[in-house]
């Protein structure tokens, strides 16, 4: 009989929005006049989750993997940084059960992307896509979400580790 723990992660991000930067958000590049603002692509979502992925697997955060101190790191798409973080997983024998996440800004809408990023996020992981969930919601207009000075992000993963 396989013996084998199941866990939980959460992640959680938040980048300020700014002009002359693309917006990038699930590996998908948003046609929208502002951009995230940070040391990669700034990828809010993806963040989310790698720290969500992270946490469940008491791998740390992806401060602590990916520090933004570390000029190696600077613009890197954030599915790469996805990608490592699969291939650390496979090798502690981590399976990734699912993956939920919702992304909060009130504009631009992300449901006609969704497709998209849930394909780029499968493939990262290669996992299959119906194991990504991905929703857009608003603010209402509250907050600094809802001024559109930035973009949040969360996400919970369930994964099975082998004993």
């Known amino acids: 009989m396989d013996l084998f723990s199941l866990r939980t992660g959460i992640g959680y991000d938040v980048h300020r ?3 002359d930067r693309n917006l990038i958000i699930g590996g998908v590049r948003i046609d929208f006049h502002l951009g995230l603002l940070g040391h990669s692509d700034a990828d809010v979502l993806l963040h989310a989750i790698i720290d969500s992925l992270l946490g469940a697997s008491n791998m740390g955060d992806i401060g602590k993997l990916f520090s933004d101190k570390d000029p190696k790191w600077k613009d890197i798409s954030s599915l790469l940084l996805l990608s490592h973080v699969g291939r650390m997983l ?7 059960i699912n993956i939920d996440a919702v992304v909060i ?3 631009p809408k992300l449901l006609p992307y969704v ?3 849930k394909l780029h996020i499968a493939s990262a992981l290669d996992v299959a896509v119906d194991r990504i969930g991905i929703k857009g919601k608003t603010s209402e207009k509250l907050g600094f979400v809802g001024a559109e000075e930035g973009i ?3 996400s919970t993963c369930l994964i099975a580790i082998d004993l």
């Open 17 to 19: 929005l700014v002009p």
């Open 90 to 96: 496979k090798e502690k024998k981590v399976q990734i």
């Open 105 to 107: 800004c009130d504009r």
């Open 115 to 117: 497709p998209q990023m």
């Open 152 to 154: 949040e992000a969360y």
